[in-house]
């Protein structure tokens, strides 16, 4: 296991992070995991031995069950809290009050609070907004995130699911009013779904900002379980059918997996996570997992190493089309590089 700087910052995370949305089960997310106690600490205690230090979760897994189970395997399995990089995350609807959802001042430092609570922690390491809030100003969500970093009950403030343009004008206020900044994106990125390398992956290189890789086997579907003529009636996908991909070239991209993977004597999941592994701007993959034998599988996902031959290979089947201003912006910027 490898451990790479959080972005601009001396803290190092594992490159592989634990996901908890299989921890708990209520409401929507019994249709991804509904993990008891028992079975989560004895994921917690494998991905702990195999060398990951980072676990993320959030507030509105399992409506809070997430974090009040991963901070009881913690104390359950005797862990060092300062061995650990815990991350969670704020925006989503936690309550039926006209406050109980978005990124207010008033909502993040109560849900802040509340994690903190469910987590039996007296710290966040990484607190995540969990997406855009188009009601409230950036600069008091960023006012507020900063409160939290100045009275200790978080070390850094990242983000998920935004836009390039979103997560500029944020590092531009928190510059501008000497605020904490965001020293992290988590975002979907799959060798099947590579849309944030238009815009977003340059903001990261050019920003120092870490990139944390959440769905990294696209829901599932590059789990080994599907190809153009496989379909498993088991996983993720036969009851969530998420994120969205395009199929047809997924199963294309699948096709060369399958034959690298059978080449190198490991899974078709293993080189998916292994093509992340590869890429520069990731410093984290967040694998989660019902079953041990999925964890230890994606765990051996850090031995796999991929040749120039093969990287190409992948590259070209599941290479972004052309779009503008891209192709300019190459094609004009050729003579500067």
């Known amino acids: 296991m490898k451990y790479n700087l959080l ?3 001396g803290l190092k995370v594992s490159e592989l992070c634990l996901g908890t949305m299989t921890f708990g089960g209520r409401g929507m997310w019994t249709a ?8 989560v600490n004895a994921l917690v205690k494998q991905a702990v031995d195999g060398g990951i230090n980072f676990i993320d979760t959030a507030n509105v897994y399992s409506e809070g069950l997430s974090e009040q189970m991963t901070g009881q395997a913690i104390r ?16 989503g ?7 109980d959802s978005g990124l207010s001042r008033k909502h993040i430092l109560q849900q802040a609070d509340e994690s903190l609570q469910r987590l039996n922690m007296d710290y966040i390491d990484l ?21 939290l970093v100045k009275a200790g009950k978080v070390r850094h403030i990242g983000c998920s699911n935004l836009a390039a343009w979103q997560i500029m004008k944020a590092l531009g206020i928190s510059a501008r009013e000497h605020l904490s900044k965001f020293v992290s994106l988590q975002a979907y990125y799959t060798i099947a779904g590579r849309d944030l390398e238009r815009e977003l992956v340059p903001l990261l290189l050019d920003q ?26 088991e996983g993720r996908r036969a009851n969530f059918d998420f994120p969205p991909v395009n199929k047809d070239k997924a199963f294309d991209i699948i096709d060369v997996m399958r034959e690298i993977a059978t080449a190198k004597d490991v899974t078709v999941a293993q080189i998916a996570l292994a093509w992340l592994l590869h890429q520069e701007a990731v410093t984290t993959v967040i694998v989660g997992a019902n079953k041990p034998q999925q ?15 093969e990287l190409a290979q992948l590259n070209e089947v599941s ?14 910027g050729a003579d500067r590089k």
Not at 129 to 147: K, Q, V, Y
Not at 320 to 327: C, R
């Open 76 to 91: 359950d399995l005797g862990l060092k809290r300062s061995d650990l990089v815990v991350a969670t995350k704020v925006r």
């Open 127 to 147: 607190y995540q907004i969990h997406g855009f809030d188009a009601l409230t100003p950036l600069e008091e969500t960023l006012d507020a995130l900063d409160s």
């Open 295 to 309: 964890l230890a599988d994606n765990l051996a996902s850090v031995n796999v190493q991929l040749s120039a031959d």
């Open 319 to 332: 290479q972004l089309a052309p779009e503008y201003p891209g192709w300019m912006l190459d094609r004009q």
């Open 93 to 99: 609807k936690m309550g039926e009050g006209p406050n």
């Open 32 to 39: 991804i995991g509904t993990l008891p106690q028992e079975q």
């Open 7 to 9: 972005g601009n910052t």
């Open 208 to 233: 120092k900002l870490g990139l944390m890789v959440w769905s990294p086997l696209a829901g599932g579907l590059l789990s080994g379980k599907y190809g153009r003529d496989v379909e498993s009636g």
